[in-house]
């Protein structure tokens, strides 16, 4: 068999403190073995997990790796509120007036993502 990816690790200064947005995000929860000013913070979701990590240095350039989000329960830009609601800043804007397109933001540490139209959004365009 080959191997699956178990978690996606995030090098951050507070970890704690991104994993309780994260875990907002994806409708889920820190665990809870974690706790504020841990060095380390692990967020559950359908995927993969999501762990954080404390890391000493500041983010200093554009993310090599991001995720890309898709509403399960909502529309893209239903989605893109919610999340601007928790914390995330709107970073380029690439929905377009069809429908088409996405939209990148970043977490409140400033790591880039990206929230697409939901499988029913795409359906209803195809």
Request: hydrophobic letters at 40%.
């Amino acid at each position: 068999m080959s191997s699956l990816v178990r978690h996606v690790t995030i090098d951050c200064a507070e970890p704690y403190a991104l994993a309780a947005f994260w875990a907002a995000a994806l409708d889920s929860e820190v665990s809870e073995d974690d706790n504020p000013g841990d060095d380390e913070a692990l967020v559950e979701s359908a995927g993969a997990g999501l762990l954080f990590i404390r890391v000493p240095e500041p983010k200093a350039a554009k993310n090599r790796v991001h995720l890309d989000l898709q509403p399960q329960d909502r529309t893209r830009d239903e989605e893109v509120e919610r999340l601007l609601a928790l914390g995330a800043t709107l970073l380029d804007d690439r929905r377009n007036p069809d429908g088409t397109g996405w939209a990148t933001l970043a977490d409140p540490e400033g790591n880039e993502f990206c929230v697409e139209r939901s499988a029913a959004e795409r359906a209803a365009t195809a």
